[in-house]
Nanobody, 125 residues
Framework: QVQLVESGGGLVQAGGSLRLSCATS????????MGWFRQAPGKEREIVAA????????WYAISVKGRFTISRDNTQNTAYLQMSSLKPEDTAVYYC??????????????????WGQGTQVTVSS
């Protein structure tokens, strides 16, 4: 089993920045493709960014490209989402996810096997 724990969420003004962290524990003998998703009230969960097992390849949703950066430190078993130029529409619960198989990145939630509990990000206008 793999456990994921997000941290770093909070309340920030529009234009501000936050960095989310996702700590992995459990079966950490290998590194997994990981992704960050978010879900706003009344909306479906959507992918924000994804990263391959070694960090060499990344993908971003158009809505966050140029503002968010996904990264990982496999020595610390931790993935990050640096969020800058935040907008009120970025308000959501943010989840990290890990895929048990594969090495590249995935952009469908169904490709991920493990999920964190989520961390709230609120951007005020």
């Amino acid at each position: 089993q793999v456990q994921l724990v997000e941290s770093g969420g909070g309340l920030v003004q529009a234009g501000g920045s936050l960095r989310l962290s996702c700590a992995t524990s459990g079966r950490t003998s290998r590194s997994y493709p990981m992704g960050w998703f978010r879900q706003a009230p009344g909306k479906e969960r959507e992918i924000v960014a994804a990263i391959s097992w070694n960090g060499a390849s990344t993908w971003y949703a158009i809505s966050v490209k140029g503002r968010f950066t996904i990264s990982r430190d496999n020595t610390q078993n931790t993935a990050y989402l640096q969020m800058s130029s935040l907008k009120p529409e970025d308000t959501a619960v943010y989840y990290c996810a890990a895929a048990y198989t594969g090495t590249y990145y995935y952009i469908r939630s169904s490709d991920y096997d493990y999920w964190g509990q989520g961390t709230q990000v609120t951007v005020s206008s």
